[in-house]
């Protein structure tokens, strides 16, 4: 049941409050029961019960109250009704959390019937004896989960709730039984979930299915997705109009629909999370066994170009984990990640979220110096590199670009590594077993280079591009030698810097005014190497100009090589095309 308080028509309270007491006093005449108490570090509930009529059915009934958000609260009854058997567990079913853990945040737990006082319970083992027929009724609270920790637990604060049934209500061990959610919400809010609405005001599930409730403000669409139905709950300062986010989202669906032969019609829960003052950056998660995506907006961060198509990547991550769940199920590794996140950012080249230059781009990140000097664990951005002839270590997305490039180029029967994975996964015998057999049947495609597959060894880049028709072209830009933060207030300076100090905020260089991020990154290129730039910054309250001596950043990036024979050129204009169609 949602009750929506504080509404403007006369009555209102009363009425919300009078529904709220008719479910909670409903069917309350229990019979005698015996209540033994064990100390266990779980919560756990242990009814010894009679033998049930068939005329009964097994089902609990919750009530969830969520007024006390702001607190990070929840506060939930269960009312429980025609349980059978000679004993029943009662446990918290979330796969990815151990009771223990869930107990931990559950407080205020306690028991009432007829003739019983209420008897408090703190992480016990609760044992009953009572006729079947009768109804049980438990109440406990439940405190938020850290926002790290959204995909596996329910998290609440002032501005929306996020609820996993298998975190917030307990279930019975063994059983799947019917589940009905009514909830009490704050005003304004409401519930998008994916779960069946049972008239119009509750739930209905079983319980052996995490279902997950967004409760908020979030602007609510429903859009059928060829056999996919979909559902987005989009918060109301979220960086994209919910136009676009809907257009981004049936492209990317439509597109993986189509790398997916086997996949069945199912239902997907998108939430598009605000920005929010603990995330300082775009973030992703899947909600495993629940069909469910969350996306957290980046802090300080408007409508940013580069900030949106980080968003539509790792939007395209997770719904490749959607689509292909065994390949997100397989262990994770370098060479899992990097497979993942080269497919999802082939995926918002071949739907529009990139240009074929900007995944080029993309692709380049793998590229770094081979020389004598320690080579970093985690490939960045773009970073300066060494003198011809350039050799790379093939690892994360570059590598699985390669291999792409091999089979669309000289594939034996596959023109693609999305087509040839989509085989594979058909025939793969579970996760575990991805690993070990793809990089095995790739080897079965006489046409993919062996070095594609062994990345212990370096190599000379361009040697390897030459066949499909790619080329690196070196790029010189001026470098700032100082970091900023999102204020553009200087935060990092080399030894022996003259003139700039921490904390200088930069208003302008060369006297055009910086006001967002890509602004800085925009004035790099219409700069000249080595000149002198004027910079004006704010020092406590003062403006100052200060000259700067601009040194130079030297990196490379992919580009089509327009030398190439036509055909190699046309083949991969048409690797790197998009694919037609919404």
Not at 35 to 47: E, I, Y
Not at 226 to 236: D, Q
Not at 265 to 271: K, M, N, R
Not at 496 to 501: A, D, E, I, K, Y
Request: charged residues 25%; positive net charge; hydrophobic residues 40%.
């Amino acid at each position: 049941m949602i009750l929506r308080r504080g509404q403007p028509e006369k009555g209102a309270k009363k009425r919300d409050e009078f529904l709220f007491l008719l479910v909670l006093v409903r069917k309350l005449m229990l019979s005698t029961i015996t209540v033994g108490l064990l100390a266990r570090p779980n919560l756990l509930f242990s009814l010894q019960l009679n033998p049930v009529s068939a005329a009964n059915s097994e089902r609990i009934e919750y009530v969830v109250d969520v007024r006390q958000a702001s607190k990070g609260i929840l506060l939930i009854k269960a009312q429980i009704y025609g349980l059978a058997g000679s004993e029943v567990a009662f446990r918290f079913s979330n796969a990815k959390r151990k009771n223990p853990e869930i107990a931990k945040r559950v407080i205020g737990l306690s028991l009432r019937s007829a003739k019983t006082e209420i008897t408090k319970i703190n992480e016990a083992q609760l044992r009953l004896e009572t006729n079947p027929n009768e109804m049980v009724e438990v109440s406990y609270k439940l405190r938020s989960d850290l926002l790290s920790n959204l995909d596996k637990g329910t998290y609440l604060d002032e501005g929306r709730c996020l609820l996993q049934s298998q975190d917030a209500l307990f279930g019975i061990e063994d059983k799947n039984i019917p589940f009905e959610v009514s909830f009490i919400l704050p005003s304004r809010w409401k519930a998008i979930t994916l779960a069946k609405q049972v008239g119009q005001e509750s739930y209905e599930f079983l319980n052996n299915k995490n279902v997950v409730f967004y409760l908020g403000e979030a602007t609510e669409i429903r859009e059928s997705v060829n056999n996919c139905a979909v559902s987005l709950a989009i918060e109301p300062d979220w960086p994209m109009a919910s136009e676009d986010i809907l257009r981004e989202v049936k492209r990317q669906i439509i597109y993986m629909q189509s790398l997916s032969g086997d996949w069945q019609p199912q239902s997907l829960l998108a939430v598009f999370f605000g920005s929010h003052k603990d995330n300082g950056k775009a973030e992703a998660v899947a909600i495993e066994g629940a069909e469910s995506i969350v996306l957290i907006a980046p802090q300080f961060i408007s409508a940013d170009g580069n900030i949106l198509k980080d968003v539509k990547f790792l939007l395209a991550g997770k719904l490749i984990g959607f689509f292909s769940p065994s390949l997100s199920a397989a262990p994770e590794s370098e060479f899992q990640k990097g497979l993942t996140n080269y497919l999802a950012w082939k995926a918002c080249l071949k739907t529009g979220g990139l240009t074929k230059d900007e995944f080029l781009e993309k692709m380049a990140e793998g590229f770094y110096e081979s020389a004598a000097t320690p080579k970093p664990e985690v490939l960045s951005a773009p970073i300066r590199m060494g003198s011809s002839p350039l050799r790379i270590k093939l690892r994360g997305p570059l590598n699985f670009f390669l291999i792409d490039l091999a089979l669309a180029f000289f594939g034996k029967e596959k023109s693609s590594l999305d087509e040839f994975l989509q085989k594979f996964l058909l025939e793969s015998k579970g996760p575990q077993t991805i690993l070990e057999g793809l990089p095995r049947s790739l080897r079965s495609e006489a046409k993919v280079p062996e070095i594609f597959l062994n990345s212990s060894e370096s190599f000379v880049v361009t040697d390897l591009l030459r066949p499909y028709g790619l080329l690196l072209e070196r790029r010189e830009l001026p470098k700032f030698d100082f970091a900023l933060s999102e204020t553009f207030q200087i935060v990092q300076l080399p030894r022996g810097t003259v003139g700039l100090r921490l904390g200088d905020r930069i208003l302008a260089i060369n006297q055009n005014r910086i006001i967002k991020p890509a602004d800085l990154f925009k004035l790099r290129s219409s700069l000249r190497l080595g000149e002198e730039a004027t910079l004006t910054i704010d020092r406590n309250g003062s403006t100052l100009n200060l000259k700067e001596r601009l040194g130079t950043d030297t990196f490379f990036r992919l580009a089509v090589n327009r030398l190439a024979d036509s055909d190699k050129r046309q083949r991969l204009a048409q690797f790197l095309a998009r694919t037609e169609g919404e």
